[in-house]
Nanobody, 127 residues
């Protein structure tokens, strides 16, 4: 059974940092590009970042460039999202997702290419 499990969410003050983890079971992450999305209250799920299967390329939404860093450790079957300088408007549930195929920078930002999703970890940024 394939599972992606996110962890590391919680309550943080504005300007603070959190590191999210996404660990897979039943799925060799080394075969997949991995991404992080988030969904705030009353909002649509939005793309944050993506990393290729070997970590060779990374992509970010403009809103998080320079503050968030995606990384992976295939030996641990885990992907990470380091989030710095967090803002209250970034309060959301954060999800990881796996995609087996190469995608354009446009396509990778939509939900449909992703084959597997975690259940999310909530992040609350207080002002």
């Amino acid at each position: 059974q394939v599972q992606l499990v996110e962890s590391g969410g919680g309550l943080v003050q504005a300007g603070g940092s959190l590191r999210l983890s996404c660990t897979a079971s039943g799925l060799p992450l080394s075969n997949y590009d991995m991404a992080w999305f988030r969904q705030g209250p009353g909002k649509e799920r939005e793309f944050i970042s993506r990393i290729t299967w070997n970590g060779g390329s990374t992509y970010y939404a403009d809103s998080v460039k320079g503050r968030f860093t995606i990384s992976r450790d295939n030996a641990k079957n885990t992907v990470y999202l380091q989030m710095n300088s967090l803002k209250p408007e970034e309060t959301a549930v954060y999800y990881c997702a796996a995609d087996r195929h190469i995608r354009s920078t446009a396509a990778m930002k939509s939900l449909s290419p992703y084959e597997y999703w975690g259940k999310g970890t909530p992040v609350t940024v207080s002002s």
